[in-house]
């Protein structure tokens, strides 16, 4: 797909990677109009200074961490991403992990798989609806995941620093501290980015405070929660269990203690998939990339 709208529009595209990327940079580097930085790929200051020709920087995804943006901004590129593109998905996938933590789905599978029939043999199920639910950053995926929690009649609280209350009160969601936010959810679900801010965030103290049986789910990025931490806590039986799509090192190496964990749910950084959401990523990557050399404006600039 892309390789067609590039040559449509007069460019030529190549492709490198890891293990060939110092080599390839050569002849690559100096004369590169545009750069795809695929999310995890380094794109870090010692290549960014190769880049004598480059416009525009553009991440087929929302994080873009591993991109040094104030290198390119030095350079006068400019970086780009595409952050709202698989927020119905990331959504969808939040709400399902909350629902098969919280009604023990995968415990009750591994239980009839071991010829186990037995309703009442999972640790304690409670009312969803008698539930609350917080919600840590209140961006574009956590006020879709609002939206879809509503209809279940959960109560809905929520920590974001830079939102405006009235935001809050649009979506029917209770601002609170995150003190309050951790010591309120029987269910906390994570929706910030990775930040020296943010980074670490959730260790033993903080998860703590949350109330005991308590649920996490993270589907934005995994070094915001201390993985050694939340698993001491689970053994602990402190928290019931944690839904995680993303991890702070991905893929895991074998034998990550987490993925051992019962009651743990891991799944592959894949809450974005969907046939809709990856053809209108590449689509808009692409334009980005377009766009930037032709010198018309980005719909979303990081710097």
Partial sequence: MEKRIYQQNGFELKVTRSDTLERDSLSYAPYAVGVVAQVGFPCGQDLIEKLHSCKVIAVP???????????????????????????????????????????????????????????????????????????????????????????????????????????????????????????LSNILSLHVPLTPETKNLLSYEQLKLMPKGAFIINTCRGGIINETDLQKLIKEGHIAGAGLDVLEKEPPQQGHPLLAMSEVIVTPHASYVSEESLVELRERTTQAIINGIQGHALTHVIK
């Fill in 61 to 183: 995804g929302v994080g873009y961490n591993h991109i040094d943006v104030e290198a390119a901004a030095r350079r006068g590129i400019s970086v780009s991403n595409v952050p709202d593109y698989c927020v119905e998905e990331v959504s969808d996938h939040t709400i399902a992990l909350i629902l098969a933590m919280t009604r023990r789905l995968f415990a009750y599978r591994q239980q009839v798989r071991k010829g186990k029939w037995d309703p009442l043999d999972t640790q304690p199920i409670h009312r969803f609806s008698e539930r609350t639910v917080g919600l840590l950053g209140f961006g574009r995926i956590a006020r879709m995941v609002a939206t879809k929690l509503q209809p279940f009649g959960v109560r809905i609280l929520a920590f974001d620093e830079y939102v405006f209350d009235e935001i809050f009160d649009l979506y029917g969601v209770t601002p609170v501290s995150l003190i309050e936010l951790l010591q």
